[in-house]
Structures are given as structure tokens and as C-alpha cells.
């Protein structure tokens, strides 16, 4: 079955730092997800890629889509406290209806 | 707010037992979604119903059960509760296709002692 493998599992950085997270499909994914999770809260949706090489960007978060559409990275440009939780990916694919979760990066910042 | 509510947020309850948790989806959306979350596992998909009808299953255990009624209201059935169905139990719901934005509830938290 289709799997979706996030890494790194954690990351600690200083404030101002950046940060990036990778995504990597077993299969070619027809569209990917990014969802953020607040400590103690629920997953809350950032964005949608579908095409491939597709970049979008949101103030300091830029969102990546390979042009295998088998990967895709999310990256923060110097990290803010309020950037803290775990962000996870998730990918469909083909006629799949299922939307796979990678297991997610915890991101912490040191203020 | 996200639109989808859950109830109840906390369930305790013992080995054995059975518990219903359920979900509201968001106005308008035919679909919902189950997931369950533990620390060691992520976010992981059990079910999905589009009005009415199951779409997708996942990795759902046969002691759990789920359907969506005519109001698109949802219930997830779990029995024979083992200590390791502790979990946060998340309902999602969108207009219709897997691809559009999932929104999630804020959770069912449940412990089996």
C-alpha cells in the first residue's frame, strides 16, 4: 500500500533559525497535503499542491510538490515561537481515496 | 473553530467495554473521515463515509465499527477496548472528494484501563 515517510521526526532550532521538512512517497501521489497540529490541538489544514514542481508560498512557509510528484518539502523561513507544533503531510494517489499521513515533524522553538 | 464537533472529549473507561464516539461534519460536507492518533503510530486513517456509504477503508480494526447517518452525523463504534485503543480519536469531514481540505474536530480523547 501506499506509504508516506516524513523526516526528520523532530526538530529543535533556535529562534530565527529555519527549518524544513521532507516528504517522500512510495508512489506517485496525485496531489499533497500540509496540515499543522498544535500541541494539544487538532491537525489544521496549510495547503494543497497538485502539479508538479509546484511551489507556493505563504509569508515565511514555502511549500514544494517534486517533479516526480513523489516528494514534496515544507520550509520556514526564520521560525517564530507561534511556528511550534507538528507538521504533517498527507498524499493521495491515483484512485486511491485514501489520504495517507506521514507521521509528522515536531518542531520546537527555542525563543 | 473548525466547524466539525465531537463529543464527548474525554472517555474513560475499562477493558472490555464499548464506547460510541461521535462526530458533526461541517455544514454542507457529505464526507467524514476517522483517524485515530497514538504517540507511537501518527495519525492514522480507519474510515471514510460519503453520504451515507462507506468510500475507504484503512487500517480499522474489526472490533471497531463506524456509519453515517441521513444527517451526516457520524458514530465510531469501538469494542472489546484493549489498553492499546487508547488514542486520540479525530473526525474529519469535506464537501466530497479525498483530495478537497480536511477539517478536523477537535478530538475524542480516550483511555481503557
Known amino acids: 500500500g501506499q506509504q508516506v515517510m516524513q523526516i526528520p521526526q523532530y526538530q529543535h532550532v533556535q529562534e530565527g533559525e529555519d527549518f524544513t521538512t521532507y516528504c517522500n512517497s512510495s508512489t506517485t501521489l496525485s496531489n499533497i497535503q500540509w496540515y499543522k497540529q498544535r500541541p494539544g490541538g487538532h491537525p489544521v489544514f496549510l495547503i494543497q499542491l497538485v502539479k508538479s514542481g509546484e511551489v507556493k508560498k505563504q509569508k515565511r512557509l514555502t511549500f514544494q510538490f517534486g517533479e516526480a510528484k513523489k516528494n514534496s518539502s515544507l520550509h520556514i523561513t526564520a521560525t517564530q515561537t507561534t511556528d511550534v507544533g507538528t507538521y504533517f503531510c498527507a498524499g493521495s494517489g491515483g484512485s486511491n481515496y485514501k489520504l495517507t499521513f506521514g507521521k509528522g515533524t515536531l518542531l520546537t522553538v527555542n525563543p | 473553530d473548525s466547524g466539525v464537533t465531537q463529543t464527548p472529549k474525554h472517555l474513560i473507561t475499562a477493558t472490555g467495554q464499548r464506547v460510541t464516539l461521535r462526530c458533526s461534519p461541517r455544514?454542507?460536507?457529505?464526507?467524514v473521515y476517522w483517524y485515530q492518533q497514538s504517540l507511537d503510530q501518527g495519525l492514522q486513517f480507519l474510515i471514510q463515509y460519503y453520504n451515507g456509504e462507506e468510500r475507504a477503508k484503512g487500517n480499522i480494526l474489526e472490533r471497531f465499527s463506524a456509519q453515517q447517518f441521513p444527517d451526516l452525523h457520524s458514530e465510531l463504534n469501538l469494542s472489546s477496548l484493549e489498553l492499546g485503543d487508547s488514542a486520540l480519536y479525530f473526525c474529519?469531514?469535506?464537501?466530497?472528494?479525498?483530495?478537497?481540505?480536511?477539517?478536523f474536530g477537535p478530538g475524542t480523547r480516550l483511555t481503557v484501563l
Open positions: 474529519a469531514s469535506s464537501v466530497g472528494q479525498v483530495t478537497d481540505t480536511q477539517y
Open positions: 455544514s454542507g460536507d457529505l464526507s
